[in-house]
């Protein structure tokens, strides 16, 4: 169906990733017009590419442990209850990789409030025999998501526009608007809309957002025929989803030295099966082998390793206003000027399908209820470092 150009929509997201998926899911319930621009198609992105295993973080504590905890519920409810043929349920096994892991993995067994046991002596039987050094931890409740899958499910009611956005401008009717924001319309490409997302995740920069730092950080994840039969989701050196049907994931390699806009040479994919095959295969045997497809992809990543949701500093407008603010002077939140109607949900890093529910609600809520969003998580506190910094 042809979409008309002369319609203004409500909220226009632009990336079809997990992030911007979900996020235009909740927006249409909401009752919102939403459309989703992506010129690579859905979910052709990081997203695409991930094994998109719903598990905990296992840490000490820290807000990325808090946050995960409660998404982690959150979202896996959430897939479990909409989405139910997206998401492949197993249990989870999760073992340290080095013995000065164990401390974090018994601390985690002792604090966490979900339904953690110790591994069976005949499960533990399954692995590699070294792989059993270590400390582990068995999670009754786990999931595997269909990536690509769910993202277009998250989108079947929405619109999808399938065009990469390389004109992004807001027009402000009242000049009143500069510092409260409200009378606008944004121009993406040549579409309208009142209110703006990026989801953009690792790829190019659509604004100039000198405070916002994002890494990419690229990943190999591979799909596998076996005859050794994977009872749960494992987790160590790599993660190795439970096998149906004869068929394994594999995932995923962290490789800081490879980046597809910046490395002049192709990426090697034989030498990120191998490394996959090789951490695979120290902890669990897999007979009669054989690779299906192989997947790669950039995660998104925040300084503070704490993802991004919220509306977006105007760093030239709120210089203007307190131009003393680059001398260290400090000033409350929200006294500083904001793009209007502008907000953005990235920096998921390696947990984008455990977080982007839980995040992509709490922006809908602020969206469309003005509700607060979590201090930690606001875009602004990357200004107010970068603003001292500067
Ligand atoms: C190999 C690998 C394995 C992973 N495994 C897991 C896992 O097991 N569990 C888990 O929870 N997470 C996993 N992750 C992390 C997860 O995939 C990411 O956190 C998540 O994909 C981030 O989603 P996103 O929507 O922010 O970004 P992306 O999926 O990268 O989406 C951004 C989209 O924006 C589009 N875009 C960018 N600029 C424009 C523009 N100007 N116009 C139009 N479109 C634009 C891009 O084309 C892209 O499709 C993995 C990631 C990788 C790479």
Redesign the pocket.
Known sequence: MQISKKSVFDIAI????????VLAYFLEKAGKKVAV????GI????????????SPKIAKGGDLKAISDEAFDFSLAFYNNYFPEYITSSPLLHLSKQASENEKVRYFKEHTSLHVNNPSEALMDILEPSSKDFESLYLEKSGVVD?KGICKALLSGVEFIN????ELSCVVRDEEALLGCKDNIWHINDYKALHVCL??????K?LDLPYIALRGV????IDIETSTIIPVNIHQYV?ISATKKGKAAI???HDVHFHPQKNTQAYDIESGRAELLKKASQTIKLSDLKILKD??????GSNDYLPIIGSLVDVEKTIQKFPKILKGKKHPREELCYYPNLSM??G?????????PYLAKKLTDKIVKEKKIDKRLEPVRFFERWAKRV
Not at 43 to 54: D, K, L, P, V
Not at 163 to 166: C, H, L, Q, R, S
Request: charged share 10%; no cysteine; net charge neutral.
């Open positions: 632009i990336g079809a990733g997990i992030n911007g998926s621009f992506d010129g690579g979910a052709s992105g990081g997203s695409g590419a991930a094994g998109a295993f719903i990536a065009e990469e956005v390389t989801a953009t995740g690792a790829y190019k659509l690229w990943g190999h994840r993660s995932g995923a390699t997947y790669v992809g950039l995660r998104s949900i990235n998921t890093g390696g947990y984008g399908f455990v977080l982007a």
